[in-house]
């Protein structure tokens, strides 16, 4: 026993940087907001049927829109993973925009579309949003599976869905699972989307906490569906824990060894992946064509306040605090993200007891699944003890926006550090070398990808992120997000113009962000 002791120190201590960051910045004030609220009244809340039925319908929904973009970004995953073909980074950088764009904005693309609302709508747009997490995640694992292992099935007789079934599939699971944990967070905690497609008769627990929490003054309900959510969020990330646990596993080999042009019934998937891409277009080029409407009004209005000064900084002071806390918020949360996979991964490898390593995991992941609200409440209640009073501070941005990243750097990193053939890190060790350089050698060069997929889809995020922030950016240091929202909340033409020319620049910046990194990516990791 003494003997495995010093193995654990490396990964014990990469593990207490991510942990301490969510004990201080998310269990301390989650707590201290549950804690205040609760009291004689959460038993009557949990105790009626119409919480019970909010609860169903959130579950529900959720699970609709993940397993609708899980459908949708596998064949994308496809296109991106397996294909050489002119136009995929073009595919890759249209997935990505949906993802970043705040939610009250596509909640009016979709009423557009749809201007009945109800169930579908919500739907169909909250797997709008989450395409590009299936994509992005299952096509870093899927580009270097070794695809040798389903040619050989299909060389035995298997047909080519027969081979993708019981060959290729189970080694995709874990990124498979990991994805769909994701989107069903997301889709579970989404705010602006069913707030405006709901009609006042859709509600979910996001919706009505805030409901509660800000034009009820009902903390002890608020609190009661907190519990809730919570508690929800734990089962769903135990389900995935479990189903990770059972993942096979792989050998990793280099991307330019597992792409080649789409043979056969391969053109059907790439079709398919095509009509996808489209699909995610409609809304987009709505809501370009909406910015243009007046037309150029709402570009030119970017450089003042908006109509009658109703904001305090210009569109394009609101762009610099966008990409200012983005920036903060993608180091901070690439550090912890990191270090916390290298953790999982170092206690896997120890041999430390499974329910250990899923534990870390699932700590990780729980910022994912609580409301905004009652975080952001919660940052305002417990701070003041902190030295500096962070609650009045610019630093609170990129804090809040760090805990929403990071659990999307884990879930991008692990599936591939979890795939690397542990026999390439034992022969490195045999030959001397230490176990820094093993990690230099061997696991960074096949994680580089995944590492700038991680980078550029956490910037982004930061970038569109407007739950938490809306709750805690100071009218002087508004970010982007925050400034559309506002606008579209108040009266004037000019400020509905406004808001959508500053939705299309934000997604330019999106667009330009993507292409930089993938050109940053090829260069870098076009060897493998």
């Not at 980074?89 to 764009?101: D, K, S």
């Not at 109703?310 to 966008?322: F, H, K, M, P, Y």
Request: proline share 5%.
């Amino acid at each position: 026993m003494a003997r495995g002791r010093p193995g654990l120190i490396a990964p014990v201590a990469a593990a207490v940087l991510p942990l301490g960051f969510l004990a201080v910045f998310f269990l301390w004030p989650v707590a201290a907001i549950i804690r205040l609220g609760l009291g004689p009244g959460v038993g009557a809340v949990l105790g009626r049927a119409e919480t019970w039925g909010i609860l169903g319908f959130t579950l529900g929904q959720a699970a609709a829109a993940t397993v609708v973009a899980v459908l949708a970004g596998l064949p994308v995953a496809f296109l991106l993973a397996r294909t050489s073909l002119r136009g995929n980074g073009f595919v890759r950088t249209v997935v990505m925009v949906p993802f970043v764009l705040p939610t009250v904005v596509v909640g009016l693309a979709f009423r557009s579309l749809l201007p009945a609302g109800g169930p579908v709508a919500i739907v169909l747009a909250n797997a709008f949003f989450n395409v590009a997490v299936v994509a992005r995640t299952v096509s870093g694992l899927w580009s270097h599976v070794d695809r040798r292992a389903e040619d050989a099935a299909r060389s035995l007789g298997a047909s080519r869905w027969r081979a993708f079934t019981s060959v290729t599939l189970p080694m995709l699971r874990p990124a498979i699972g990991s994805s769909a944990a994701v989107v069903f967070l997301f889709c579970a905690t989404s705010f602006g989307v069913v707030l405006l497609l709901g009609g006042g008769e859709y509600a979910t627990l996001e919706t009505e906490i805030y409901l509660r929490t800000v034009e009820m003054l009902d903390l002890p309900g608020a609190a009661a569906l907190s519990l809730l959510q919570v508690g929800a969020v734990v089962a769903v990330l135990v389900i995935g824990a479990v189903t990770r646990r059972r993942a096979t596993s792989l050998r990793l080999r280099g991307r330019a060894e597992t792409a080649r042009r789409p043979v056969g019934g391969e053109w059907g998937v790439v079709a398919a992946a095509w009509v996808v891409v489209v699909a995610l277009l409609v809304p987009i080029g709505s809501l370009v064509a909406r910015s243009f409407s007046g037309g150029l009004a709402g570009y030119r209005a970017m450089t003042g306040t908006g109509y009658r000064g109703s904001l305090q900084v210009t569109g394009w002071e609101a762009i610099d605090n966008s990409l200012r806390a983005a920036t903060d918020a993608t180091l901070l949360a690439l550090v912890l993200g990191v270090l916390a996979s290298v953790a999982v991964v170092s206690l896997g490898r120890a041999r430390i007891r499974p329910s250990v390593v899923e534990t870390v995991d699932t700590a990780m992941m729980l910022p994912l699944g609580v409301s905004a609200v009652t975080v952001g409440f919660g940052y305002l209640v417990t701070l003041d003890a902190l030295p500096g009073d962070l609650r009045t501070s610019p630093v609170l941005v990129p804090l809040a926006q760090a805990l929403v990243v990071t659990p999307l750097v884990i879930r991008m990193l692990l599936p591939v550090l979890r795939a690397i053939d542990n026999r390439l890190r034992q022969a490195a060790a045999t030959l001397g070398a230490a176990p820094w350089r093993v990690w230099r050698e061997i696991d960074v060069p096949l994680a580089a990808r995944a590492l700038l997929g991680a980078t550029a889809f956490g910037y982004v995020v930061a970038l569109g992120e407007f739950g938490a922030t809306s709750f805690l950016a100071r009218p002087d240091t508004a970010t982007l997000p925050v400034v559309i929202g506002r606008l579209v909340a108040r009266p004037g033409e000019l400020n509905n113009q406004m808001a959508y020319a500053a939705c299309t620049l934000l997604m330019l910046v999106t667009a330009a962000i993507v292409i930089i990194v993938d050109r940053l990516r090829v260069s870098s990791v076009g060897e493998f």
